[in-house]
T-cell receptor, first 114, second 114 residues
């Protein structure tokens, strides 16, 4: 499985954009980048995923570099409720049969402050 | 629609005992995966069941087993409990079909072995 590297922790002021980087230099051509977050003692929550193009949904935006070796998750207006551990995961396509085996790293602990 | 339901939420067991945890996936989802989360090892994949068959397996001893029923509900069993089995056990459901992507996690069962 392709590995990811994320900063251990980050701080962000409430109302500002939170930009969470992720390096995945060994990603294969058909592997997706997924982001999940985990608020203390809850199950991980799906945020967004992408393959090559930038993606946006109601929660966040995902920017993937052209060489696909890194990506950035953007929370446009962070709130206190966004304080969580954010995991960047590289995942094979569903039709490979192993897509369900998510490999979580240590993630980035985002602290949103007033 | 209802999310992933895990029961019980909390459990205390004694070393040497066995335990069974239950997971009800989102209606229509046929894939259920199990994860163990500990402070030392983070989130680790245990196994995945799809249409009542184990499709993927992580690197855990044989004391950890599971099964899936025809209604897609899944159970996980740990026999001969050890202190190190104390963890948050999470289950995730997905449709498991090609083209479908994100996994949805339950709130977890917190197991304490004393």
């Amino acid at each position: 499985d392709a590995k990811t590297t994320q900063p251990t922790s980050m701080d962000c002021a409430e109302g500002r954009a939170a930009n969470l980087p992720c390096n995945h230099s060994t990603i294969s051509g058909n592997e997706y980048v997924y982001w999940y977050r985990q608020i203390h003692s809850q199950g991980p929550q799906y945020i967004i995923h992408g393959l090559k193009n930038n993606e946006t949904n109601e929660m966040a935006s995902l920017i993937i570099t052209e060489d696909r070796k890194s990506s950035t998750l953007i929370l446009p207006h962070a709130t206190l409720r966004d304080t969580a551990v954010y995991y960047c995961i590289v995942r094979p396509p569903v039709n490979t049969g192993t897509a369900s085996k998510l490999t979580f790293g240590t993630g980035t602990r985002l602290q949103v402050t007033l | 629609k209802a999310g992933v339901t895990q029961t019980p939420r909390y459990l205390i067991k004694t070393r040497g005992q066995q335990v069974t945890l239950s997971c009800s996936p989102i209606s229509g989802h046929r894939s259920v995966s199990w994860y163990q989360q500990t402070p030392g090892q983070g989130l680790q994949f245990l196994f995945e069941y799809f249409s009542e068959t184990q499709r993927n397996k992580g690197n855990f001893p044989g004391r950890f087993s599971g099964r899936q029923f025809s209604n897609s509900r899944s159970e996980m069993n740990v026999s001969t409990l050890e202190l190190g089995d104390s963890a948050l056990y999470l289950c995730a459901s997905s449709s498991g079909r090609s083209g479908s992507t994100e996994a949805f996690f339950g709130q977890g069962t917190r197991l304490t072995v004393v």
